[in-house]
């Protein structure tokens, strides 16, 4: 963006909570997406992915702190927030026995498009996300992936500022999931509009932002973009799995002292070396390992990918919901329910 | 202001997009109402010399009609407000919630369209009782009929707005409503002459809105006035019902689906 012009932000946040009870499901979080970014949320099930998302819909008031969606702030001014946003939902939302344009005619008045151009509107999304043929058809007809069209078709239909997708693929199929992302950047550019979404997927963010926010138990650990994510963690990463051996310690210690390496994962006897220059570690690694009498079970060279990146600043895996925090929020959801 | 009705106006439409397209619901629906005018209509008939006692002329089933116009207007807008739990559960709340239209309106678009659902179902009670013979003196006066139960359902579509707004889970909701339904309608003259009932159930009979409008509906439709109470009376009690339901429920409907569900 260049400079002297006032960059305006889609989304800006000044330490926002929410905490339900004693657990803090969003922890004191600061950033902002500027106009016509494509920003996403990567993180694991109960990270506040969502909550962060309800915050910005105007659905959940957040304990402490600010958040502006395009200029407005959610607590004080949510009709002007409402009127600047599409919200495609996680689970899909549409009608199943009203029709595909019902659906859209029902999110236009929902969305108070002006009655003449309503027609035109409508038409405009179904071209854009090629439903036009079953438009007249029930939606229990339709695929998860047209029903999910049809949600995303909506929540653009009244050509909001800020678009937020939650989680816009989970459950579609692969084929299904990559058509959705071509959609949503098609709409990107015809629209021109800003971009949240949160994903658990790798490979969604890493195709579809242009910056991702990793979170993990409330709190955003990196903002960048996936491909300076990638770069920051070197161009290759060395995996090997060792032997019990007395003078671990001393290993970690002499490989941290290796100039190539940027980054250590140590996982007991399991070690993730970020490196940028691999080919000519993995020698130095086998002459420490047998000054220090270490056996090495297994060595392997890779390319870094999102998933190594998630590592590295989580210490675990996106998939594995090791963490308590989760089972905690899942909890008290539960007990919400019931009451 | 023009917003509100706009609104008021969408949620309604989609409402009743739905209704239309569960034919099935209308006919199960029709079900229970339709065994009680024909059935217990038919046990009751040799009551008939009771009803006589209080100046009623007719049959039983006659004397009843309108009771059963009234019940299905009481069930089939008291579970109306069912789908206010679909609704948070599936998404659309949310969808509602997001968009700029008014919490009130959707309160008031969902009653409103519950309360021309539940008075069209009555009016297919209305043809069930004319086919198996109850006669209307005047026909014409199916028209205020028709918007008494209008009105008196916009009322018990208010409770059952309020009741699932209120209600976390599908178990909290039916449990309320079986424990409201019911009593209300066994408290109200709809099989049985006020007169003829023992003095303290006459007493709370009388504290109940159904009274006033089965008084009404059975005096339109028989020509027959029961129990003393004046038809300007029992207009306004109804109005007065009706105006304190719509004004809690989107009260409530307001404050309970701003808190997380």
């Known amino acids: ?339 | 202001m023009n917003s509100i009705l706009y609104d008021t106006y969408t949620i309604f439409w989609r409402e009743l997009k739905r209704y239309k397209k569960s034919r099935s619901g209308v006919l199960i629906r029709l079900i229970q109402p339709a065994i009680w005018i024909i059935v217990v209509g038919n046990i009751f008939s040799e009551t008939q010399p009771l009803i006589q006692s209080v100046g009623f002329e007719g049959e039983y089933i006659e004397f009843m009609a309108p009771g059963v116009i009234i019940l299905t207007a009481i069930f089939t807008s008291i579970f109306g407000g069912v789908n206010t739990l679909w609704d948070r559960r599936y998404g659309f709340m949310n969808k509602a919630l997001t968009s700029p239209i008014s919490r009130s309106a959707i309160a008031l678009g969902k009653m409103s369209a519950i309360s021309l659902i539940a008075a069209l179902q009555a009016s297919l009670i209305i043809g069930i009782a004319l086919a198996i013979g109850v006669t209307f003196p005047n026909p014409l006066m199916i028209i205020p009929i028709m918007g008494i139960v209008i009105l008196f359902s916009l009322g018990f579509s208010g409770i059952s707005v309020t009741l699932a707004a209120t209600a976390k889970s599908q178990e909290t909701f039916w449990g309320m409503i079986n424990l409201l339904g019911m009593p209300l309608f066994m408290l109200s003259p709809a099989l049985f002459p006020l007169e003829l009932l023992p003095n303290w159930l006459a007493v709370v009979t009388k504290l109940n809105p159904v009274t006033y409008t089965v008084l009404l509906v059975r005096e339109l439709m028989t020509g027959v006035s029961e129990g003393g109470v004046p038809i300007l009376i029992s207009i306004a009690v109804i109005f007065a019902f009706v105006l304190a339901m719509v004004a809690i429920a989107s009260y409530v409907f307001t404050r309970e689906v701003n808190k997380p569900f």
């Not at chain 1, 027609?119 to 029903?147: C, P």
């Not at chain 1, 980054?263 to 006897?269: A, S, T």
């Not at chain 1, 870094?304 to 996106?318: A, K, M, N, Q, R």
């Open chain 1, 1 to 339: 963006m260049p400079k002297g012009i006032e960059i305006l932000y889609s989304i800006e946040t000044k330490s926002l909570t929410k905490s339900f009870g004693d657990l803090t499901a969003v922890n004191d979080i600061s950033f902002s997406v500027e106009k016509g970014e494509i920003f996403g949320f990567l993180g694991p099930n109960g990270a506040g992915k969502s909550t962060t998302m309800m915050i910005f819909t105007t659905l959940l008031k957040p304990t402490s702190g600010k958040a502006l969606i395009a200029g407005f702030d959610v607590m004080k001014d949510a009709k002007h927030v409402r009127e600047n946003i599409g919200f495609v939902q996680q689970e899909t939302t549409v009608d199943e026995y009203l029709t595909g344009r019902e659906n859209l005619l029902l999110q236009a008045k929902l969305n108070h498009i002006p009655k003449n151009e309503i027609n035109t509107r409508i038409d405009e999304v179904l071209e854009l996300i090629e439903l036009s043929d079953k438009q007249h058809q029930a939606v229990v007809t339709y695929s998860g992936g047209m029903r999910k069209r049809l949600d995303i078709a909506g929540g653009l239909l009244h050509h909001p500022k800020v678009l937020f997708l939650d989680e816009p693929t989970v459950g579609l199929d692969i084929q299904t999931r990559r058509k959705i992302w071509q959609y949503i950047k098609k709409i990107h550019i015809e629209f021109d509009m800003t971009i949240f979404l949160t994903t658990h997927y790798m490979e969604e963010a890493d195709n579809l932002c242009d910056r991702i926010g990793i979170i993990d138990g409330g709190k955003i650990q990196v903002i960048d973009s996936p491909q300076n994510m990638k770069n920051a963690l070197g161009n290759e990463i060395i995996s090997l799995v060792i032997e019990k051996n007395n003078n671990y310690d001393s290993f970690l210690v002499e490989l941290k002292n290796i100039e190539f390496i940027k980054k250590i994962n140590d996982e007991d006897l399991k070690l993730i070396l970020f490196t940028s220059n691999g080919t000519e570690v993995i020698p130095t690694i086998f002459q420490i390992s047998s000054d220090l009498g270490i056996k090495i079970v297994t060595l392997s060279l890779t390319q870094p990918t999102l998933d190594d990146v998630f590592i590295s600043y989580t210490g675990h895996e996106i998939r594995d919901d090791k963490s308590k925090f989760n089972r905690k929020i899942e909890h008290a959801k539960m007990k919400r329910l019931r009451a």
